[in-house]
């Protein structure tokens, strides 16, 4: 068994970023997915992606790229810690809160696939004759997501029509994409 622990800020802010009803079934859970080495969890509504990397390397015993796993809990508080995800022999995930060990949920990880994050993910590098005057946001992602890691946010535009990608200074493993709303 493999047990996989998302810290309480991380967990919430990808809740903040699934949406409540949608028919893409698939996103109604994070992502837990293996880049190269890495091991990230990721949620996105469509219009708004958070990326985390959890580790830099991943640890031994998963035999999978990509788990969807549908949502244990609304929120975990700091008191609890943490989210923690135990997958077991029978293909079922086990979850529970670090600090408080009573409560525990086994779900079925959520059979689809997660979209490529790679092809929406901005390389945030912006050249001149792409700059910015006017561009409009859903600000509620941003604040749900600014609550959950109490950050600030540095924003590269990447044009117009093109996706913003927001980082913070406290957790440079996280990244947040957010797609512009017609003005």
Known sequence: ????????????????????????????????????????????????????????????????????????????????GAALFTFQGDGKVSCTTQFDGNTTTVVEPIDGKYPDVSKVMPDGQVSASRAVNQIGMDTRLVNDVSKAYDDTF??????KSDAMLLTMPKFPNVKCVLMPVRL
């Open 1 to 80: 068994m493999t047990t996989i622990t998302i810290e309480y800020q991380h967990y919430n802010a990808l809740v903040a970023m699934i949406p409540k009803k949608d028919f893409r079934y698939y996103l109604h859970g994070i992502a837990l997915r293996i880049v190269g080495s890495e091991l990230h969890a990721t949620a996105t509504n469509g219009s708004a992606l958070l990326d985390v990397k959890l580790m830099d390397v991943a640890p031994d015993g998963l035999d999978w790229q990509e788990k969807i796993i549908p949502l244990p809990f609304k929120k975990v508080s700091k008191k609890q």
């Open 154 to 159: 540095a924003v590269t535009f990447n044009g």
